[in-house]
């Protein structure tokens, strides 16, 4: 599980502590993880020190049937206002941080029974969003990594599919809402968006990825499951 340690992520890996799997969190920061949650430092753009944490993780936990890619991180904004930089940060997080820990835990999830990857896409790939350009791309980067990952791996037995939130709160929408001029106007548009009329809680993210992750979804691969409040086809 990879930013397990805040959000989406942690409501996750509580969510799988409940089902009786042994959890490891991989995140840049470790801070307040509770027990038993299994925490290891590692940031999803340094190769070597994903490499190194999923070796340690199989090595000590005896192997691993489940990647849970989460780690991400938000940009607000229109093409003209994200410079090269940013768009490098954010899609070295978001979308190539996804393939480099998919690819080192790709030999143990090889020899696992239940093998599964479940990556956290977003409605932004699915809807265009406003100032949500950078986002969205690596969002919908990270859906046609979905499909790709799933065929490149179906024969090995390894089924990857990937969910799709709407704005779920999280400390990563309170962090973006500090970027708006007005927040509380702005949060209150994020609740009216989803025809639900509030925004999806993590816990409600996190069931929808314990069904992927475990083999009660056994034929269902290359697929995206929308959490989202009814905002993307409603
Ligand atoms: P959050 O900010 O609460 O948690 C993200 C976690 O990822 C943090 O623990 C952070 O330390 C970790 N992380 C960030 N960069 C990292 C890196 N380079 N290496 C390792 N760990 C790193 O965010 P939240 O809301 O739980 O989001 C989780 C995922 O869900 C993200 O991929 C996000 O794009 C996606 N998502 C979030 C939605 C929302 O409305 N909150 C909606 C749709 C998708």
Not at 84 to 103: F, H, K, P, S, Y
Not at 133 to 138: I, K
């Amino acid at each position: 599980m990879t930013g397990g340690a805040s959000g989406i992520g942690l409501a996750t890996a509580k969510e799988f502590v409940e089902r009786g799997a042994t959890v490891a969190v991989l995140d840049r920061t470790l801070d307040g993880l509770p027990e038993p949650l299994h925490g290891f430092t590692a940031d999803v753009t340094d190769r070597a020190s994903i490499e190194r944490a999923v070796a340690e993780v199989a090595e000590r936990l005896g192997g691993i049937d489940v990647v849970v890619n989460n780690a991400g991180i938000s940009a607000v904004g229109t093409v003209a206002e994200n410079d090269d930089a940013e768009w490098a940060r954010v899609l070295d997080v978001n979308v190539i941080g996804m393939a480099r820990v998919t690819a080192a835990a790709l030999p143990w999830l090889r020899r696992s029974e239940a093998a599964s990857v479940v990556n956290v896409s977003s409605i932004a790939a699915l809807n265009g969003l406003p100032q949500r350009a950078l986002y969205s791309a690596s969002k919908g980067a990270v859906l046609a990594l979905t499909y790709a990952m799933a065929t490149d791996h179906v024969a090995e037995g390894i089924r990857v599919n990937c969910v799709c939130p709407g704005t779920v709160h999280t400390p990563f929408v309170d962090r973006m809402l500090q970027g708006f001029a007005d927040p509380v106007a702005e949060r209150a548009a994020l609740d009216a968006r989803q025809a639900t009329g509030r925004m999806v809680a993590p816990e409600e993210v996190a069931a929808a990825i314990a069904y992927l992750a475990s083999p009660r979804s056994v034929s269902t691969t290359g697929t995206a499951l929308d959490v989202d409040g009814g905002v993307s086809h409603l």
